[in-house]
């Protein structure tokens, strides 16, 4: 309802992020949100949109989680049916992988973790992106980024079983407990997690 230009922006990743950035001005304007311990999360495309975020505002956000989202724009295209591309791919960025590839890897939050000051969980399903998202955790973790990444058997895009569904709801407020407000469970799910994070904190 906020009319074509908004539904269809020029640069699908500028105003996009424009438009995050704005609404947590507003957030912290209003005093909802702590401008010192944001946090930021995303699924699918939202997953893409708010690592390509973190990647541009380095150091803004304490802790992050991204779910099902592509890292590398150059794989998804190469991996996407083609009948993806016309319609999609190349209305997006203004063309093919091979006619703007520079534009591929600009969008490709993968290629700029560089300096990320922002603890990032990324998960994925088996059966889905698992394989698209790797290389997203790996940057991170080469540039000092503290991440971690879960991979969900039997899944696809979306979690449907119940046990998976609480595992990744628990693993995510414990990843923003720990990092926002330095907060353990006393019951994790996971016991290890703890130690893992601890040194990731160390790293960081």
Do not use: C
Not at 48 to 54: D, E, F, P, R, T
Not at 131 to 139: D, F, H, L, N, V
Not at 155 to 168: E, I, Q, T, V, W
Request: net charge negative; glycine share 8%; no cysteine.
């Amino acid at each position: 309802s906020f009319g074509n230009d908004f539904t269809n922006p020029i640069a699908p990743d500028d105003e996009a992020v424009e438009d995050v950035l704005t609404g947590i001005e507003s957030l912290v304007a209003r005093g909802i949100a702590d401008p010192e311990r944001l946090g930021l999360s995303g699924h699918s495309h939202g997953a893409w949109l708010g690592s390509l975020i973190v990647t541009r505002e380095k150091d803004r956000f304490i802790a992050a989680s991204f779910a099902e989202g592509p890292q590398n724009n150059a794989l998804t295209y190469l991996y996407s049916p083609m009948y993806l591309y016309e319609r999609g791919y190349h209305e997006l960025w203004g063309g093919g992988l091979w006619d703007r590839p520079e534009r591929y890897l600009e969008t490709s939050p993968e290629f700029h973790f560089d300096d990320v000051r922002t603890a990032i969980l990324f998960e994925a399903g088996a059966y889905s992106q698992a394989i698209t998202m790797m290389g997203g955790p790996k940057a991170a973790t080469r540039a000092g980024v503290a991440t971690e990444f879960v991979i969900y058997p039997q899944a696809g895009h979306n979690l449907r079983d119940p046990d998976l569904k609480r595992a990744s709801a628990m693993r995510n407020l414990e990843w923003f407990l720990f990092w926002l407000k330095d907060q353990e469970q006393p019951d994790p799910t996971d016991e290890e997690q703890y130690d893992r994070w601890d040194k990731l904190r160390a790293i960081r």
